[in-house]
């Protein structure tokens, strides 16, 4: 099975763009998951979206949005961008919503706000 | 809100040593663990996972659970340098809502000395 795909895997943008990032499942997989990642912070979950609904949010401001597709493919949009917005963004996919299920992250992408 | 910890590193041991990676956690309710390495510049990978008290071993990693200490742990056997990354502790509480995030610790990086 191939794993998950996340598009484009480096961006460099200025501050007040906006930004949308792409994620493809692993095939099967309807659960996904957005975190940013800095070396400040870590790892830290942004939201989840299971059959084109959110179902959990981090603690992230409105800047920050996703959504689902039907075929479960998921997009994060980040709008007026500045620059502690610079990190890495993981997507994970998970085959269920609920229970113990486990998550694979994609490559990433590297978002420099400059 | 969920914490976890984990032993601060970095931590360096020698090829073929028993590598011993540590992790606590806040919330009771915490019912799935996860231990992913993650290679500098790469993506988090999946070792292992486990949900039931004791040891679970998979080739030279062995994770083990103890739900009334709220501890989890790593042990790597026969360290080698290629095991030299940092690692993180993960967990989350079966159910909806915000207690199905991950909550991941800041990481321990390993060094493993030829």
């Known amino acids: 099975k191939a794993g998950v795909t996340q598009t484009p895997r480096y961006l460099i943008k200025t501050r007040g763009q906006q930004v949308t990032l792409s994620c493809s499942p692993i095939?099967?997989?309807?659960?996904v998951s957005w975190y940013q990642q800095t070396p400040g912070q870590g790892l830290q979950f942004l939201f989840e979206?299971?059959?084109?609904?959110?179902?959990n949010k981090g603690n992230f401001p409105g800047r920050f949005s996703g959504r689902q597709f039907s075929n479960s493919r998921s997009e994060m949009n980040v709008s007026t961008l500045e620059l502690g917005d610079s990190a890495l963004y993981l997507c994970?996919?998970?085959?269920?919503?609920?229970?113990?299920?486990?998550?694979?992250f994609g490559p990433g992408t590297r978002l420099t706000v400059l | 809100q969920k914490e976890v910890e984990q032993n601060s590193g970095p931590l360096s041991v020698p090829e073929g040593a028993i590598a011993s990676l540590n992790c606590t956690y806040s919330?009771?309710?915490?019912?799935?663990f996860f231990w992913y390495r993650q290679y500098s510049g790469k993506s988090p990978e999946l070792i292992m996972s486990?949900?039931?008290?004791g040891d679970k071993e998979d080739g030279r990693f062995t994770a083990q659970l103890n739900k009334a200490s709220q501890y989890v742990s790593l042990l790597i056997r026969d360290s080698q340098p290629s095991d030299s990354a940092t690692y993180l502790c993960?967990?989350?509480?079966?159910?909806?809502?915000?207690?199905?995030?991950?909550?991941f610790g800041s990481g321990t990086q390993l060094t493993v000395l030829p």
């Open positions: 993960a967990v989350r509480a079966v159910g909806s809502g915000s207690a199905r995030q991950l909550t």
């Open positions: 095939s099967g997989h309807r659960s």
């Open positions: 919330d009771r309710v915490s019912q799935s």
């Open positions: 994970a996919s998970s085959p269920l919503a609920g229970g113990p299920d486990t998550q694979y």
């Open positions: 979206y299971f059959s084109e609904t959110q179902r």
């Open positions: 486990i949900y039931s008290n």
